[in-house]
Every structure is written in C-alpha cells, then in structure tokens.
C-alpha cells in the first residue's frame, strides 16, 4: 500500500518553513525522502530507520514516529533550491521502494 | 563516480516497433531497479535485480523484458508497446536491496508510442 502524503502542495515564501508528513497503514521499517526537481530525476535526501538512525544531507531534517507510522520532513529557512517534489518511500524486506503521492513545494522569493 | 547514466534521453517509437533502454552505473552496486513515471505521479516500480537476477517483477507486461547482462548494466527491451506506456522511465541503482540503502536515480530516458 502506497504511503501517505500531505500536504499534496504548499508554497512558501524565502526564509519560511513547512513540514511535509508522510503516513503508512502498514509497520514502517524504514523511511526515504527523496526530491524530485522538474525535468530531473528523483535525488536522495534521507533515511530514517526503526531505531533512531538517521542517514543523508545534514542540512535535511525528518523526525520517524515508528509507534504512529509517520514521519515528518522539515524545511526550515527555505530556499529557491528547495523547490521540486518531495516524495516519501517505505521500503519492504525485498527492497520495493513503494513512493507516496508526493508533496509539491514552490518556494518564491 | 556516483552517476547512473541511462541512454537514449528521448525515444520514440510506433507500436510494432522494437527498442532497449539502456542503463550504467559504476559504483560497485549489487541493486538495480527500473521505474515507469507518469506526469505528476511518483516512480512505480517495474522490475528489481539483486546481484544480476530478477527479484522482483511487479506484474509488469511481457512487452517489457529487462536484461542485466552484468552488474554495471541493465537493460529494457521494448516490443509491441501501446500509447499509454508512454512516460519517463528511470532507472536507479543502490549498494544492495536493504532498507537502508539510499537509491541513485538516473536521468530517465521519456519515451513516446505512437
């Protein structure tokens, strides 16, 4: 089943934050956010796994709920660069990344 | 070197046609994956290889046929395609199938059946 993601869009202005969140029905063993710019292929922004651990860009923060099945992105301070789609992916143990609907975020000056 | 690298960028075909994407990646990864994206929809998985077998297949038509001729390289063979199998296809690679390894996605090749 394909995860859950609100909200569908949000447009932001320079400097402002937004929380993109992410929910499944099914036990999350593992989290991915990727963002995916217009034309361009998806880029990796973070894992987070049952347990605490974290991997991808410093700059990106998420937050993994494993008892809620959620997790949240944080775009704190936004930028022009932060513009794209964000998708977020939960994995199964034979390695299917099944992708949420995705969340667009325009950020303007 | 941490790029996928898929070929053609853009091909277009008529249905009786046949034709192969091709997809490299030189990062030593055991996993590699084919995705179909349509406009403002997510990736879908098609097909996943684990150490150059098939692993996963997601019900994808027998039109389609992936190959993976060696851990650097796969391939999609394409044959009596529709017009709705028109879409962006991705192809992404990562260190093996494990929950905890990120994906790297190529540029995609955006295909058009006429």
């Known amino acids: 089943q394909q995860p859950v993601q609100s909200p569908q869009a949000v447009i932001l202005r320079e400097g402002e934050d937004a929380v993109i969140n992410c929910s499944s029905s099914k036990a999350l063993y593992s989290v991915h956010w990727y963002r995916q710019k217009h034309g361009e292929a998806p880029v990796f922004l973070m894992i987070l796994l049952k347990g605490g651990e974290q991997k991808g860009h410093e700059k990106i923060s998420a937050s993994f709920n494993e008892k809620k099945q959620q997790s949240s992105l944080y775009l704190t301070a936004s930028q022009l660069s932060y513009s794209g789609t964000y998708f977020c992916g939960t994995t199964d143990s034979w390695g299917k990344l099944q992708f949420g609907a995705g969340t667009q975020v325009v950020v303007t000056p | 070197d941490t790029e996928v690298t898929q070929t053609p960028k853009h091909l277009v075909m008529g249905m009786t046609n046949k034709k192969s994407l091709k997809c490299e990646q030189h990062m030593g990864h055991r996993a590699m994956y084919w995705y179909k994206q349509k406009a403002k929809k997510p990736p879908e998985l098609m097909f996943v290889?684990?150490?150059?077998?098939?692993?996963i297949n997601e019900s994808v038509p027998s039109r389609f046929s992936p190959e993976c001729p060696n851990s650097s390289l796969l391939n999609l063979h394409l044959h009596a395609l529709q017009p709705e199998d028109s879409a962006l296809y991705l192809c992404?690679?990562?260190?093996?199938?494990?929950?905890?390894?990120?994906?790297?996605f190529g540029p995609g090749t955006r295909l058009t059946v006429l």
């Open positions: 992404a690679s990562s260190q093996d199938t494990l929950r905890d390894n990120e994906q790297f």
């Open positions: 290889y684990s150490y150059e077998k098939l692993s």
